[in-house]
Antibody
Framework: EVQLLESGGDLVQPGGSLRLSCAASGFTFSSYAMSWVRQAPGKGLEWVASIRPSGDGTFYADSVKGRFTISRDNSRATLYLQMNSLRVEDTALYFC????????WGRGTLVTVSS | DVVLTQSPLSLSVSLGQPASISCRSSQGLVYSDGNTYLNWFQQRPGQSPWRLIYKVSDRDSGVPDRFSGSGSATDFTLEISRVEAEDAGVYYCMQGTHWPLTFGGGTKVEI
């Protein structure tokens, strides 16, 4: 059974940093691209970033480019999202999802950016 | 960026009746490999999204056959043949053909 478990969400002040993790199990992690998708409170879904299976290619939404970094550790079957220079508008539930077409999703981890 | 426009924004349907959601793309979604990467997701209240349909019309494992997808190029449709109570939630289309990946704004289905 495919499982994705996000962690690392927290309350952080504007300008702060946070690192999210997503632990994967139930499939060969190193064979799949992975993605982060977020959902602001009461709003729709927004793609954030994706990474190729080997980690040799990354893609970002313009809204986070230059501030967020997606990475992965295939030996640990874990996906990461390093978030710097956080803004109030980054407040959202952050989901990790398998590949570029989001076949499977985790339950999400909540990031709140507020002073 | 590809803009996906869903209609209607909300839909109230009686049990056992059909429902239809439209998703229109600002650009054609046929990829260079010949596939059209248009997907549909359901999000029930308080839950994570769940993919129902991929590549326009392929149903994901475990998805009831009352859900179907159709369309081509820039116009796509998700249909529910006979709505059940568990179908309440928000439905999103999403395109995976062009970067950045984008979602439609969502359609809320009330039963």
């Amino acid at each position: 059974e495919v499982q994705l478990l996000e962690s690392g969400g927290d309350l952080v002040q504007p300008g702060g940093s946070l690192r999210l993790s997503c632990a994967a199990s139930g499939f060969t992690f190193s064979s799949y691209a992975m993605s982060w998708v977020r959902q602001a409170p009461g709003k729709g879904l927004e793609w954030v970033a994706s990474i190729r299976p080997s980690g040799d290619g990354t893609f970002y939404a313009d809204s986070v480019k230059g501030r967020f970094t997606i990475s992965r550790d295939n030996s640990r079957a874990t996906l990461y999202l390093q978030m710097n220079s956080l803004r109030v508008e980054d407040t959202a539930l952050y989901f990790c999802a398998r590949n570029y077409y989001f076949a499977f999703w985790g339950r999400g981890t909540l990031v709140t950016v507020s002073s | 960026d590809v803009v996906l426009t869903q209609s209607p924004l909300s839909l109230s349907v009686s049990l056992g009746q059909p429902a239809s959601i439209s998703c229109r793309s600002s650009q054609g979604l046929v990829y260079s490999d010949g596939n059209t990467y248009l997907n549909w997701f359901q999000q029930r209240p308080g839950q994570s999204p769940w993919r129902l349909i991929y590549k326009v019309s392929d149903r994901d494992s475990g998805v009831p056959d009352r859900f179907s997808g159709s369309g081509s190029a820039t116009d796509f449709t998700l249909e529910i043949s006979r709505v059940e109570a568990e179908d309440a939630g928000v439905y999103y289309c999403m395109q995976g053909t062009h970067w950045p990946l984008t979602f439609g704004g969502g359609t809320k289905v009330e039963i």
